[in-house]
């Protein structure tokens, strides 16, 4: 299944789980990943850093004071001594601890064909051999109808150009409006997936990011109130760290 097929569907909405189900379970973790596609979620969105020996690892955080309130960064540490620090939920063991970047590609890659779907993979950091090695497991789990990658600016997705122009690639730039130049500079980019922020929702810009072609995953609603009045604005994707109560607005919408 190409990820794009999930928005030909006019009425379907796709519920993108922000860093796996993380209103319910441990972010950036196998467990939360798991749980988001057994909820029946789209995507699963996580993030991209290294370890102070390479390893790329999910973690959102540069440091592990908000997980594990220790204020340790994480380029300090190698991957072991992170693994060290073991699960964020005891009773979940392993699949509750940070993840490898291979963990989870492992993790996506074992699912049935049915529940297997796609990725929002967000990669935090610059570094030549963060973004090298990510290209280089894109190409390797052959992620291309599958997956794309979150970038902040357009610089970084110059780069991962270069290594691998057959990735597709999201541009946040959100330090900028997202304004017709921005977009026209998306579009001219390449960009297919955007994310826009909740506070650029209008009926008004939703409709112009559809006429340009973009397929777009609101960035975030977490409550059947914000999720019902999104929809209304004709937004047909939406980030959640609570995809459950996502796809019950979406069922009481006769959607989906």
Do not use: W
Not at 17 to 31: D, K, Q, V
Not at 200 to 209: A, G, P, R, W
């Amino acid at each position: 299944m190409n990820i794009k097929d999930l928005y030909k569907n006019p009425k379907k909405i796709v519920v993108t789980a922000h860093r796996g189900f993380s209103g319910r379970y441990p972010e950036n973790t196998i467990l939360a990943f798991e749980k988001a596609f057994e909820t029946g979620a789209d995507l699963i969105e996580f993030d991209l850093r290294l370890t102070k020996d390479g390893v790329p690892i999910v973690s959102h955080d540069a440091t592990l004071k908000r997980v594990y309130n220790e204020d340790i960064k994480i380029a300090s540490l190698t991957f072991r001594e992170l693994k060290e620090r073991g699960s964020k939920v005891e009773s979940a063991g392993p699949a509750a601890s940070i993840p490898s970047f291979r963990e989870v590609l492992d993790f996506f890659t074992c699912l049935k064909r049915s529940e297997r779907k796609g990725l929002n993979i967000q990669i935090k950091e610059t570094e030549e051999s963060l973004l090298q090695q990510a290209c280089n497991m894109f190409k390797e789990y052959e992620l291309y109808n599958n997956a794309y990658f979150t970038v902040s600016t357009f610089e970084t997705a110059e780069k991962i150009k270069e290594l691998d122009s057959g990735i597709e690639i999201c541009i946040l730039e959100r330090k900028r409006e997202y304004d017709d130049a921005l977009l026209i500079a998306m579009k001219n980019f390449g960009c297919t997936f955007i994310q826009p922020h909740r506070r650029d929702m209008t009926i008004d810009f939703v409709q112009k990011i559809k006429n340009i072609g973009f397929l777009a995953n609101l960035y975030y609603s977490n409550t059947d109130g914000d999720n019902k009045l999104f929809i209304s604005y004709g937004i047909q994707g939406i980030l959640t760290d609570y995809p459950d109560i996502l796809i019950s607005s979406v069922h009481s919408l006769n959607l989906m």
